[in-house]
């Protein structure tokens, strides 16, 4: 190896960790909300599902308007026989039979002249093939053509006057308003998921602060035994608590993977990579969550009404009661006009020439009347009847569901709006309360006792903080997206996220 080659493998090797760390670098994903947002409306699949049932509802529309108007049709046929019944060669058949005999005429001449001539025209019809007129019909040509153009127009149906497009539209509305429920609910979706893996994160490094401070507490400790200031069962007591607190930390740490994989998974991102939250939870210091006054000041009830699963309920008892009347109209006479025109061709050869065509043409009125149908038109009425009736029923049961969900969401709203603010300053107290502990302890004047429960009460009192912030944070998202939300999702996130986010330390009980 020359000295050149060497310098150049010995950059390359210095240059590696480098462009390594350059890499891991740039492979860090910044996301907002307004990003995770951006990048989970293509990639849900309910979203998508909506907008496949709007494409639905409009060829539903084109099919039902397809019945007032004309079907044309285009047809073209080659028809080639084989072997036809009527062949002057087919079996039983003589093939030496003439196919036609000569109208008979009397001869002039003699006697035995005349009845020679008779005799040979009664052979003639005798042996004659009884098929081989049928050879000229087209039926029996060996090569057959038919282009054609046939005509139907619907001129009466009870179905149709009973408003089938009208219901082909409100299912299409339908369809409308399912696309904006399911927008509305993945925005809430990716917002909950947002702010549980930022309220995660921030309980993670509270906990790694209280394990910070625990260690702190135990070194004190340990230098206090050994000066013979502290007790061995204040070093142990101290331990056990720094112990737990780094469970709690393993604990919180758990779910804040979770809580970003569930975040990854809804923008459609590696599970792997790893991701920087930029739109923060709220700050800590000051009072920075705004109060949706304007929101507020209008009424419940006129919340209530602007609900989008009461419209698509109103929607479906619509498309039901029409299908009711459709179904109770069945009963009711089609009337409807029919045309072909073709043109047609029997030509010795395989393609025909323009001399052989014939034309065909005809015009007809159809009229269908159901006379006896052993009771299937009357149980389509019926089910209809009953689809109508929970449909209605649903409908009255919708808007009650929706009046008390609209009523949740409030509440939950000034619930969480006046925990913030019951929790504004309580931050700061508790964490001045462990400083005095703190210098307490170290000075001999008060027991570990008074240290650890101040120290839970300033971590308590940061996740307070910090999950009021997060619940008033989706509450807000949840009012503002409420009259295009489905029913029923009030409780469903916030009981999802109790159930994974905890208090950062556990409460245990000791004595002085």
């Known amino acids: 190896m020359?000295?050149?080659?060497?310098?150049?493998?010995?950059?390359?090797?210095?240059?590696?960790?480098?462009?390594?760390?350059?890499?891991?670098?740039?492979?860090v994903r910044s996301l907002s909300l307004e990003d995770a947002v951006r990048l989970a409306l293509p990639a849900s699949e309910q979203v998508g599902i909506a907008l496949a049932e709007r494409i639905r509802a409009s060829g539903q529309i084109k099919r039902a308007y397809a019945e007032f108007l004309p079907q044309i049709t285009l047809s073209g046929q080659y028809t080639r026989?084989?072997?036809?019944?009527?062949?002057?060669?087919?079996?039983?058949?003589?093939?030496?039979?003439?196919?036609?005999?000569?109208?008979?005429?009397?001869?002039?001449?003699?006697?035995?002249q005349r009845l020679d001539s008779l005799e040979k025209a009664v052979n003639c019809l005798t042996n004659q093939n009884p098929f081989a007129a049928f050879s000229d019909l087209?039926?029996?040509?060996?090569?057959?053509?038919?282009?054609?153009?046939?005509?139907?127009?619907?001129?009466?149906?009870?179905?149709?006057?009973?408003?089938?497009?009208t219901a082909a539209k409100a299912g299409r509305q339908l369809a409308e308003l399912g696309i904006t429920s399911s927008q509305a609910q993945l925005v809430l979706d990716v917002t909950t998921a947002y702010y549980d893996a930022q309220l995660t994160d921030q309980l993670v490094a509270i906990a790694q602060l209280a394990l910070d401070q625990s260690d702190t507490t135990l070194r004190q400790t340990e230098l206090g035994f050994k000066v013979g200031s502290s007790a061995e069962f204040d070093v142990l007591r101290?331990?056990?608590?720094?112990?737990?607190?780094?469970?709690?930390?393993?604990?919180?740490?758990?779910?804040?993977?979770?809580?970003?994989?569930?975040?990854?998974?809804?923008?459609?991102?590696?599970?792997d990579r790893p991701v920087t939250l930029t739109t923060p939870l709220a700050s800590m210091e000051t009072d920075s969550l705004t109060f949706p006054d304007t929101l507020?000041?209008?009424?419940?009830?006129?919340?209530?009404?602007?609900?989008s699963a009461i419209k698509q309920a109103e929607e479906t008892e619509v498309i039901q009661r029409i299908i009711y009347k459709i179904a109770d109209a069945e009963w009711w006479p089609t009337l409807s006009v029919t045309s072909r025109y073709g043109q047609l061709a029997y030509p010795n050869s395989t393609f025909p020439?323009?001399?052989?065509?014939?034309?065909?043409?005809?015009?007809?009125v159809l009229l269908n009347f159901p006379v006896w149908t052993s009771g299937r038109y009357r149980g389509d009425a019926q089910v209809a009847q009953a689809d109508y009736e929970q449909a209605r029923l649903r409908t009255s049961l919708t808007r009650k569901l929706a009046a008390i969900d609209t009523r949740q969401v409030i509440s939950r709203l000034l619930a969480s709006r006046a925990a913030w603010v019951a929790s504004v300053g309580t931050v700061e107290q508790a964490n001045r309360a462990y400083q005095i502990a703190e210098v307490r302890y170290r000075e001999g004047i008060s027991s570990l006792t008074e240290l650890n429960d101040a120290r839970l009460g300033l971590a308590q009192a940061q996740v307070n903080r910090a999950t009021a912030a997060r619940d008033f944070q989706v509450a807000l998202t949840r009012l503002e997206l409420l009259p295009d939300l489905p029913i029923g999702t009030a409780g469903a996130a916030d009981a999802a996220n109790q159930a994974t986010v905890g208090p950062v330390l556990p409460r245990t009980t000791t004595t002085p």
Not at 146 to 154: K, S
Not at 296 to 307: F, I, V
């Open 81 to 112: 026989q084989i072997k036809s019944q009527y062949s002057s060669g087919s079996s039983g058949g003589s093939s030496s039979a003439p196919a036609t005999c000569p109208s008979f005429t009397g001869q002039p001449g003699t006697n035995e």
């Open 2 to 27: 020359t000295r050149t080659s060497g310098l150049a493998l010995a950059l390359v090797f210095a240059a590696f960790p480098a462009a390594l760390a350059a890499q891991q670098s740039d492979s």
């Open 138 to 165: 087209p039926f029996a040509r060996p090569n057959q053509w038919n282009f054609g153009i046939a005509y139907a127009q619907t001129l009466f149906n009870g179905s149709i006057i009973n408003g089938r497009t």
């Open 296 to 307: 507020l000041l209008g009424s419940q009830d006129s919340l209530t009404k602007e609900r």
């Open 353 to 364: 020439g323009a001399h052989d065509f014939r034309t065909d043409w005809n015009v007809g």
């Open 238 to 271: 101290a331990r056990v608590s720094r112990d737990n607190t780094r469970v709690t930390l393993i604990q919180q740490e758990a779910n804040r993977d979770v809580a970003l994989y569930r975040l990854k998974q809804l923008v459609l991102l590696p599970l």
